[in-house]
C-alpha cells in the first residue's frame, strides 16, 4: 500500500514547529547549527512523540475492532498517559498495566492516567503476561482489547516517525535547510526507527542518531533495525537495515532508566536558560547530554546542521522535584 493511504487518525497537532535553537547553539561555541523539531508540542494530553505513533496504533485498532486499549510501560510513562488520551478521543476504554515497585508517587504522567480516567493495575515484573491476561479477561466479558507493546514501538507505530521525515523535508525545503544529522532520545527505538526508514522513504539524506536511555547499545541497534525494517516494507519501500547501519550512543544512561544523571540535569538547566524550553530527565535531558557531548567531541562535526527531535516528556518532571 503506498505510504499515503496507510490507515492513520489524527490525533497530533501537526506540522510541529522547527525552531532554530541560537542562544543554545551559541552556548556550544557555534560548532554546530542546532535546530530544535517541537514534537512536545503534538498536543493531546500534553504532547509528546506517542502522539505520532498512535495515530498508526489507533487506527489498526478500530480497524481490528477493538473497544479498549490495554498498554504498559513504568508510573511516569509518557507513552501510557498518551494511549489513555488516545482512547478517550476515540471512546475506547484504557487499561495500564505499569511496572512499579512500591507505591509510586501520584504525580506528572501518572496523575493524568487517573485524571483522563484510565483503569490502572501495578505489577513488579512480567507486564507482558500481565497484559495478557487482562486481554483475556476482557475477552471473556465480551469486550474487544488491542494491546499496544511498550512505547507503541511496533512497526505499525513507526510508521508515526515516517511520515514525520515527510513532514520535516518539506520544512527543510521551505527554508531551504540541508539537515546533517537527526538527535533524539531511544528508549523502546520504535521513534528511531521510523526516523531510519523515513529516511530512505523520502529524500531526507540526515544521519539518524539515537541516544540511548535504557538499552545497551547492540540490544537497542538490533531492535531498531528490526522495527525499521518492517516499518519501512509497510510504507511500500524496498531498504531494509542492519545493526550496523543504526547509530546508538549508551555512554549517557547513567544508573539506569528512569535515573537522573548530573549530564541530562546540566542539559535541563542549560536548554531552560537559553532557549526557555523544558526537558525532561528521564529521556530528552540524556538526549541532549549526549547531542551536547558528541558536539564537544566532534562526532557531530564542526559546521554541521543538527536537528534535536524534542520528544516531550515534560510532565514526568514533576515527579523529579527534589533534583531542582
Ligand atoms: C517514549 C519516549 C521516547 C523514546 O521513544 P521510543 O520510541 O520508545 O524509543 C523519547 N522521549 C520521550 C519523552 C518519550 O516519552
Known amino acids: 500500500m503506498p505510504f499515503q ?10 506540522p510541529t514547529p522547527l525552531e532554530e535553537a541560537r542562544a543554545l547553539s551559541s552556548a556550544l561555541g557555534d560548532r554546530v547549527r542546532i535546530l530544535i523539531k517541537r514534537d512536545d508540542a503534538t498536543g493531546l494530553a500534553l504532547g509528546g512523540n506517542k502522539a505520532r505513533k498512535l495515530e498508526f496504533l489507533v487506527a489498526d485498532a478500530l480497524g481490528a475492532g477493538a473497544d479498549t486499549l490495554i498498554t504498559t510501560g513504568g ?10 488520551a488516545a482512547a478517550r478521543r476515540f471512546g475506547l476504554e484504557a487499561v495500564l498495566v505499569l511496572t512499579a515497585d512500591g507505591d509510586p508517587e501520584v504525580q506528572g504522567n501518572l496523575l493524568l492516567d487517573r485524571v483522563l480516567g484510565a483503569r490502572v493495575i501495578f505489577v513488579s515484573d512480567e507486564a ?21 507493546p511498550v512505547g507503541g514501538s511496533t512497526p505499525v507505530g513507526a510508521l508515526g516517525y515516517v511520515a514525520f521525515v515527510q513532514e520535516l523535508a518539506a520544512q527543510a525545503f521551505e527554508c531551504r535547510l540541508g539537515i546533517d544529522h537527526i538527535v533524539l532520545a531511544s528508549g523502546s527505538g520504535g521513534t528511531q526507527a521510523g526516523l531510519v526508514a523515513g529516511t530512505a522513504v523520502f529524500p531526507l ?28 516494507r509497510l510504507a511500500g519501500s524496498a531498504a531494509r537495515f542492519g545493526p550496523d547501519e543504526i547509530r546508538v550512543y549508551d555512554e549517557y544512561i547513567g544508573p539506569g532508566y528512569a535515573r537522573v544523571t548530573p549530564g541530562g540535569l546540566d542539559a535541563i538547566r542549560l536548554v531552560a536558560r537559553t532557549e526557555g524550553i523544558i ?6 535531558g540524556k538526549a541532549m547530554a549526549g547531542l551536547i ?28 522535584a527534589e533534583h531542582f
Open 75 to 84: 508510573p511516569q510513562s509518557n507513552h501510557a498517559r498518551m494511549t489513555v
Open 279 to 284: 526537558l525532561d530527565p528521564v529521556y530528552t
Open 293 to 320: 557531548d558528541l558536539v564537544q567531541r566532534g562526532v557531530l562535526p564542526a559546521g554541521s546542521t543538527v536537528v534535536f527531535v524534542h520528544t516531550g516528556g515534560a510532565p514526568g518532571l514533576f515527579a523529579f
Open 205 to 232: 539524506p540526515a544521519q539518524v542518531t539515537g541516544i540511548s536511555v535504557s538499552r545497551d547499545r547492540a540490544a537497542l541497534a538490533a531492535r531498531v533495525a528490526d522495527i525499521a525494517s518492517e516499518a519501512a
Open 5 to 14: 493511504t496507510l490507515p492513520r487518525v489524527r490525533l497530533a497537532h501537526l
Open 128 to 148: 507482558e503476561s500481565a497484559m495478557s491476561e487482562v486481554a483475556e479477561d476482557l475477552c471473556r466479558a465480551g469486550r474487544r482489547p488491542y494491546i499496544i
